[in-house]
Structures are given as structure tokens and as C-alpha cells.
């Protein structure tokens, strides 16, 4: 089990995640993309300094992770989540040590194991999207064991099509792409 991030931790390397279109962190994106630099309310938007960019207070500032999961046969799961190196350094110090050597097919132990594990420090943030990156690297690669898509691993299909909704600044976008719905961003909030 190894965890990286696209290109390295240092803010000169932070555009090759912002070139990529943030990879787990959609809010990674170069200055003037509606996500980030759209007025949207959150939670430091009540303090005029952050308000404008969502940059500026740092929503982009720990980037994208990835897990790699390779078993005894060669195959390799992969997952991603926000959390860039501080959660590349709880994937390999700490979490990596329930997933080594045992069987992915425990999936729901896995993940049990490695929740438990960061209770003192966890329950939220940062260690539940590590938990998620290696989770999904897990679901990845016993999907590839059996053979079969992940969905059909988590009880197989519901329904023969989903409905989808696009998050953006410009609904009519979304409706004239055919989506079934379309969420955007409320400018103002508590603070206004």
C-alpha cells in the first residue's frame, strides 16, 4: 500500500494538479475558474478578506491522494481523495499496516480496523478522506480479482439509468447537456 500525489507537495508543482483538473480535489483549478474564484458562501466568506476567492482562505491547499494497492498476484487497485501529503502520511505510517498481508475480500474489516484506529485523532476531516482513498483502492482491486465492476460488487444495479445533476454557476449549461438537474452555488450566506 503506497499513497503519492500529483507532482510533489510544493506550490511550484501545484499546477500540475490544477493542469490536470484537480484530480480528487475539484477545487484544485488555475485562478478564474468558477469554483474557486466565483463568490460562493462558506465558511470564511464572512470575513471580506477570503471572500472573493475561495484560494484565498485555502481550499485548494492540501491537493488530491492517491492509493495504490498491489496484491501477491500483481494487480493493482488504485483510489483518490482529497488530502494530498498529510494524508499520504497517514495512508503510509499508519493505515497501510491493516491492509499489508491481508485479504481484500475483508473489505468491511478493513475499514472498520482502520476507522477505529484514528478515532482519537479522526472521525471527520483528513482521516476519513485517507480512510477513503484506500478504501476505494480496495474496492478497485477486488473488483479486478473477480473480475467483475465494482457496482455488481456492492449488489449490482437498480436501475438501467441514473439521473445526474451538474454543480455550476450556469444551470442552463447543465439542462442544455441533459442533465437531469442542475445545483449552483449561493453567492451569500449567514454573514451577508
Not at 484544485?28 to 462558506?42: F, L, R
Amino acid at each position: 500500500c503506497r499513497a503519492y500525489t500529483i507532482g510533489s507537495s510544493t506550490n511550484a508543482d501545484k499546477s500540475k494538479e490544477e493542469e490536470a483538473g484537480g484530480g480528487a480535489d475539484c477545487h484544485s483549478q488555475s485562478s478564474g475558474h468558477w469554483i474557486v474564484d466565483t463568490p460562493i458562501a462558506n465558511p470564511s466568506s464572512i470575513y471580506s478578506a477570503y471572500k472573493s476567492s475561495r484560494k484565498s482562505w485555502g481550499i485548494d491547499a492540501l491537493g488530491s491522494v492517491i492509493v495504490e494497492i498491489t496484491l501477491t498476484n500483481g494487480l493493482k487497485g488504485y483510489g483518490v481523495s482529497i488530502g494530498g501529503p498529510p494524508a499520504c502520511y497517514i495512508v503510509e505510517h499508519h493505515l497501510s499496516r491493516f491492509v499489508e498481508g491481508q485479504d481484500p475480500k475483508n473489505v468491511e474489516l478493513l475499514w472498520d480496523q482502520m476507522y477505529r484506529s484514528t478515532i482519537n485523532y479522526g472521525r471527520k476531516g483528513l482521516p476519513i478522506q485517507a480512510i477513503s482513498a484506500v478504501d476505494i483502492a480496495i474496492w478497485d482491486v477486488l473488483g479486478k480479482l473477480r473480475n467483475e465492476p465494482v457496482y455488481q460488487l456492492l449488489g449490482g444495479k437498480t436501475k438501467q439509468r441514473l439521473p445526474v445533476y451538474a454543480t455550476s454557476t450556469r444551470p442552463d449549461h447543465s439542462r442544455r447537456m441533459k442533465f437531469q438537474g442542475g445545483k449552483f452555488p449561493l453567492p451569500y450566506g449567514p454573514g451577508d
